[in-house]
Structure formats: structure tokens, C-alpha cells
């Protein structure tokens, strides 16, 4: 996703949005089609994730 957001308007600096961390790393905008994205995010792998059992519910913010 980052190699493919280089040449995008919002990678090309001087940009500041809700899609990009304080680093300036595109965490949010998909670069390619909204096709691309469904067929690549349809399916989910298990073993792509780490799971963890919390010991204790969060408490409210």
C-alpha cells in the first residue's frame, strides 16, 4: 500500500489529513480501486492475526 501511495496527490508533501499518522504514513486511503480493495479484503485469513484474551474488560474512557 505505501509503495503504491507514492505518486498520489496526498503522499506528494505538503498534504495533512485524517488519512495519514503523525509520521506522515498513509494508514487509511486505499491507492488503487474500490474493486481492487473488495476482492483483496473479502476473505480473512486467521493466521494473519495475533489474538489475545483480556483479563479484564477495558473500562470507559
Known sequence: MRR????????????????????GANRAAWPASTVNYWLRTRRLDPADFEVERLEQPAGRP
Open 4 to 23: 503504491k501511495s507514492e505518486g498520489a496527490v496526498w503522499m506528494a508533501g505538503g498534504c495533512t489529513g485524517w488519512y495519514l499518522d503523525r509520521d
